[in-house]
């Protein structure tokens, strides 16, 4: 008999091995035309494209302003970058470490980075000086800051208040625009502006704020809007389009991902991918950022402490792994530290140096180092009968070997477990034929007697690659 492995999902790995044992590392699935044989494809996510690299890293921040100029935060130092990203030195930060956030109004842009000091930058000329109580009397440290109708806005770190500017300047020496969180005592972990409002993101709980004209302190809090939800890691918080996504905590628990659309908090995240983030000995340290390429909209949430990255499709609403291979083949957290889109295109900064990439779909290495891309299949189960797999054929694009060198005929390999994901067998090497041999078929033969088997495959050759998933000829013992 034989029958079609499809692939319609993403990461899967229940809490379980009997429920499922799916991952899906450096691919994410689209979904295809309705008329298609295969509902969906796999394909190989971007690569990363070395553009220049400024300071010593890790890069903190990439930010363009409204007229153009570029601005990198690079370890302890704030950069101004031509369109090459070469750098010319601004000034020198009190903080190393930790996101550092920016807005400009078309005349100034301000840097945050949490610390008792701002940083304010004239785009006319890129002049910078440092902000701080004794420059401006009403500035406090800043831990985040967001723009609207004229005012710069920023939440005061570790606490429950924010502040802002005077009106159309840059400047803060109104003490009375100051407010606090009031609908519950938590503090304030960030802060966002959203569709012409101010939202106040607790660590339990989130309000909404909009700019009333008041002559005392512009902004009132949004009558009968008040979110459950807070932020279990302030720099997890990312917006895209009039969606807020952060990974969430509130009075009942946390360690859940939710979408904010409208006033309304949307989960997310699976049972499975809450799984792994409870296992996590720190989850305060997460950062998010959100990137556009290709029709599809990816929210990244990366791990520090714990090494890892996931990324949630908003096409499909799938989830996938994403990571750095070193050396010893061993997966890491992928190296992108933070994003910007600069003159129309996506560039990330590396968290371990002051490399500065562009996420490059038709770089299949990550700045030379090979990206292993894994797929695994749902669980074999024929009514708990043993099962004869005879040839299992997979459905990839093939004919896509380089002219010359190693991977004139790249391979990929795969792999099997006959107790549903607990324990693996040896990677089997098959080949996707020499370029232009569009007429390859990549055949597993022959791979014996289970019952529950899960089938793997791998590959890191930087060639282009798309997986639809796979033909299995099978015949059902008796027992």
Not at 102 to 129: F, M
Not at 169 to 184: H, I, M, P, W
Not at 454 to 471: H, R, Y
């Amino acid at each position: 008999m034989t029958t079609r492995l499809t692939l319609t999902g993403g990461f899967y790995e229940a809490r379980s091995y009997i429920a499922d044992a799916q991952r899906c590392l450096n691919l994410y699935p689209e979904i295809n035309d309705q008329n298609s044989e295969s509902q969906v494809t796999h394909y190989p996510t971007p690569g990363k494209t070395l553009i220049n690299s400024v300071g010593a890293g890790p890069i903190r921040m990439i930010y363009q302003a409204t007229t153009g100029n570029v601005f990198v935060v690079s370890g302890n130092k704030l950069f101004v970058v031509d369109g090459l990203f070469n750098a010319t030195l601004l000034q020198t930060m009190t903080t190393f470490s930790g996101q550092c956030y920016a807005k400009d109004n078309g005349n100034y842009c301000i840097v945050v980075d949490g610390s008792v000091q701002g940083y304010r930058i004239k785009l006319s000329d890129n002049t910078s000086s440092i902000i701080n109580s004794s420059t401006d009397s009403a500035w406090k440290p800043a831990q985040n800051i967001a723009y609207m109708d004229g005012y710069f806005i920023c939440n005061v770190t570790g606490t429950s208040q924010w502040f802002l500017s005077d009106v159309q300047a840059e400047t803060f020496t109104n003490d009375l625009y100051f407010a606090s969180k009031e609908g519950y005592s938590d503090k304030l972990s960030t802060i966002a502006a959203l569709h012409r409002e101010v939202w106040l993101i607790g660590e339990q709980t989130c309000e909404v704020f909009y700019n009333a004209g008041n002559s005392d302190f512009p902004f009132s809090r949004m009558p009968g809007v008040f979110i459950q939800h807070g932020c279990a890691a302030p720099e997890s918080v990312a917006q895209m389009d009039l969606s807020l996504f952060l990974l969430s905590k509130d009075q009942q628990g946390q360690y859940i991902v939710h979408r904010i659309v409208g006033y309304q908090a949307v989960r997310i995240s699976t049972h499975a991918v809450e799984e792994v983030i409870s296992q996590y000995a720190v989850v305060s340290d997460a950062i998010g950022f959100c990137y556009q390429q290709e029709g599809h909209h990816f929210y990244v949430l990366t791990f520090p402490s714990a090494d890892a990255t996931w990324v949630y499709d908003l096409q499909t609403g799938k989830w996938h792994e994403r990571g750095y291979m070193d050396n010893q083949g061993v997966i890491h957290r992928d190296i992108s530290n933070c994003h910007c889109v600069v003159n129309g295109v996506n560039h990330v900064g590396d968290y371990s140096n002051g490399n500065i990439y562009r996420l490059d779909i038709n770089n299949y290495t990550d700045n030379g180092q090979p990206i292993m891309r894994l797929r695994s299949f749902p669980t074999l189960e024929m009514e708990d009968k043993r099962v004869l797999y005879g040839k299992m054929t997979f459905d990839m694009q093939v004919g896509i070997g380089q002219a010359s060198g190693n991977f004139e005929d790249p391979q990929i390999f795969a792999r099997w477990s006959d107790d549903r994901g607990v324990t693996w067998g040896t990677p089997v090497p098959i080949s996707l034929g020499k370029i232009g041999n569009y007429k390859c078929r990549p055949v597993l033969w022959r791979s014996g007697i289970a019952r529950g088997r899960v089938f793997e495959v791998s590959w890191s050759f930087p060639c282009f690659t798309a997986l639809n998933g796979a033909w299995l000829d099978y015949k059902v013992v008796p027992r």
